[in-house]
């Protein structure tokens, strides 16, 4: 089965009206994109580009592997992460090639314990967590994170049987509403740096008034984490947010600011639709 037969990806037009967002649009009695009393703000000194096309700034992308590091910031590129699994994961590519393009990243994502006490390479096990899948990995090695990684893109939906393990990796099941990603890379971009905490202050107060914020000490099902990641590209558009709903959705965002946030979670991460303003790429699995 070939990539474009498995799931809908987004389609680039030459004019905003002719563009395909893949999913619905917010309707007009929807909730406004920016909300009038929300009070947080970027420092007025970040340069964001306002002029670019947004929809298509992004190439079409099937899965995110996120490694587990429990950092903010990284080192300037995926492989001079050393402490990372991104080092061997950053070069890696499927070994079935109809998964299409999948993307890897840092993330803040925490690793499991002892991580950080472990200096020795090869004994410093982490954890992978696939989107949208919501596949993770825990005691993932260098020696076993492409052997790893090759087996979790067979997991082609959340409903199919998973194998105990991998490689010795255990594999299990994150029963999340959805998982949102600002990419808070400051090594590569100040802007990205500025925004992302500030966005994801905004979000999880929008996600607790809904009983939906998880993170590192609640685990339940039906919620909504908030990490922060590597870069992306496309810093010039922050802040860069991209939604990954368990019904097989990956939602690309930029431009995102904090009067934002309370119209994403209540429309996009609740209602699946989204406003064409901010978006800059999207696909849903055909599950």
């Not at 079935?96 to 006490?117: C, H, K, Q």
């Not at 000490?217 to 590209?233: E, I, L, M």
Request: with cysteine; hydrophobic share 35%; glycine share 8%.
């Amino acid at each position: 089965m070939g990539i474009f037969s498995s799931f809908k990806t987004l389609k680039i037009s030459s004019s905003e009206s002719d563009a395909n967002y893949v999913l619905p649009t917010v309707p007009d009695d929807g909730c406004d994109l920016v909300c009038d009393t929300c009070t947080s703000k970027f420092p007025s000194s970040l340069k964001i580009d306002k002029e670019d096309r947004l929809w298509g700034s992004v190439k079409p992308w099937r899965y995110h592997i996120l490694v587990a590091t429990g950092k903010t910031d990284w080192a300037h590129g995926l492989v001079d992460e050393k402490s990372s699994l991104s080092v061997e994961l950053g070069a890696w590519s499927p070994e079935d090639t109809s998964v299409g393009r999948v993307i890897v990243s840092n993330s803040s994502l925490a690793p499991a314990p002892g991580y950080f006490e472990t200096t020795e390479r090869e004994s410093k096990k982490t954890t992978l967590l696939v989107l949208p899948t919501m596949i993770e990995a825990k005691g993932v090695s260098s020696s076993t994170a492409e052997s790893v990684a090759n087996g979790l893109m067979t997991i082609k939906k959340p409903t199919d049987t998973l194998p105990e393990s991998f490689a010795g990796a255990t594999v299990s099941h994150k029963g999340h509403l959805a998982v949102v990603l600002i990419c808070s890379h400051r090594t590569r971009d100040k802007r990205c740096g500025v925004t992302a905490p500030i966005l994801k202050k905004e979000l999880e107060m929008n996600l607790r008034e809904h009983g939906l914020l998880r993170d590192a000490t609640d685990d339940r099902p039906g919620g909504v984490p908030v990490y922060f990641v590597s870069h992306v590209g496309g810093h010039k558009y922050a802040g860069n947010v991209i939604i990954y709903k368990n019904t097989g959705e990956g939602i690309w965002m930029g431009r995102v600011e904090p009067k934002h946030c309370k119209a994403i979670v209540e429309e996009t991460i609740l209602q699946g639709r989204v406003y064409p303003e901010i978006m800059r790429g999207a696909f849903k699995s055909d599950w």
